[in-house]
């Protein structure tokens, strides 16, 4: 899945899709979490959901050439996801309690927070799977 279409290659594209379904699936189950925790705690049991799911698609539909073995693999994969579990928590705690409250932001400022959270390590993430996680 290395092949290019134009400057963005199909495999950064398939991650991103991947990403956003194990994002999807790591900010609906925040919202059930948070309903028994606080949110930090809610945002890292979610990150846990998005984890499983975001390292049995990537490879099984992104990463199809990796050499490593799936325990390498699933280890590396959580050393880079705890990294980008510190960058989720630093953007969303930072844009809910600091940025969004300076700006007057009112609407859903915990879901907009761990949102863009969630969406803050996209590239890091995949240029760390792609050259060591997966290589």
Request: aromatic content about 14%; overall charge positive.
């Given at each position: 899945?290395?092949?290019?279409?134009?400057?963005?290659?199909?495999?950064?594209?398939?991650?991103?899709?991947?990403?956003?379904?194990?994002?999807?699936?790591?900010?609906?189950?925040?919202?059930?979490?948070?309903?028994?925790m606080?949110?930090?705690a809610?945002?890292?049991?979610?990150?846990?959901?998005?984890?499983?799911t975001?390292?049995v698609?990537?490879?099984?539909?992104?990463?199809?050439?990796?050499?490593?073995?799936?325990?390498?693999?699933?280890?590396?994969?959580?050393?880079?996801?705890?990294?980008?579990l510190?960058?989720?928590?630093?953007?969303?705690?930072?844009?809910v309690?600091?940025?969004?409250?300076?700006?007057?932001?009112?609407?859903?400022?915990?879901?907009?927070?761990?949102?863009?959270?969630?969406?803050a390590?996209?590239i890091?993430?995949?240029?760390?799977?792609?050259?060591?996680?997966?290589?």
């Open positions: 899945m290395a092949a290019h279409s134009g400057m963005v290659s199909r495999q950064f594209i398939g991650f991103l899709v991947v990403s956003g379904f194990a994002g999807l699936a790591n900010f609906g189950s925040r919202f059930l979490f948070s309903l028994a606080p949110y930090a809610a945002i890292s049991v979610a990150f846990l959901v998005g984890l499983v975001a390292f698609l990537n490879r099984r539909f992104v990463f199809l050439d990796s050499r490593q073995s799936t325990r390498s693999q699933a280890w590396r994969f959580l050393l880079v996801n705890l990294a980008a510190v960058q989720t928590l630093a953007v969303s705690l930072l844009l309690h600091w940025l969004l409250p300076l700006l007057g932001w009112h609407w859903h400022p915990e879901a907009v927070a761990h949102a863009a959270g969630i969406a390590p996209a890091t993430s995949y240029l760390a799977h792609k050259h060591w996680t997966f290589s």
